[in-house]
């Protein structure tokens, strides 16, 4: 099977993204700096590229047609928590851009939900990665 060079692209940069996201939250924890640049250029990334990738897969044939039932459904799970994600994202950036700006350092006054949104982002993160290997490698 040939792995189709946007998927390959869209992996690699998903990784980039999900580390500048982790710098991103890491910076705001621990040392109070919240880089609003870098968050809208994660954020512009994630709803151009990512959701058109999505929307792209979507209207090609799946790439998850070959699968069982079992990976079509972590396939599907993995798709809604993306989204999902996305939605979290722009939210927890749109309100910490704002309280830093206040000077309150919004990761650590919202610690379980910032560990719940890395916890969720990791899992996505994850599940992108492992649908990529069993579809194109394995």
């Known amino acids: 099977m040939q792995i189709p060079i946007a998927s390959t692209i869209t992996l690699i940069m998903e990784l980039i993204i999900g580390f500048l996201i982790y710098f991103i939250v890491?910076?705001?924890?621990?040392?109070?700096?919240f880089?609003?640049?870098?968050?809208?250029?994660?954020?512009?990334?994630?709803?151009?590229?990512?959701?058109?990738?999505m929307v792209y897969r979507t209207v090609v044939k799946p790439s998850t047609a070959q699968l069982g039932g079992a990976l079509k459904g972590v396939a599907a799970a993995h798709g809604i928590l993306s989204l999902i994600m996305l939605i979290a994202v722009v939210a927890l950036f749109l309100k910490a851009s704002k309280e830093y700006a206040k000077n309150t350092n919004y990761f650590a006054a919202h610690r379980m939900q910032t560990c719940l949104f890395v916890l969720l982002w990791s899992i996505s993160l994850l599940s992108g990665i492992f649908l990529y290997a069993k579809v194109y490698l394995f």
């Open 26 to 33: 890491f910076q705001g924890y621990k040392n109070n700096k």
């Open 35 to 53: 880089s609003s640049k870098l968050a809208f250029f994660a954020i512009s990334y994630e709803i151009v590229f990512n959701v058109g990738y």
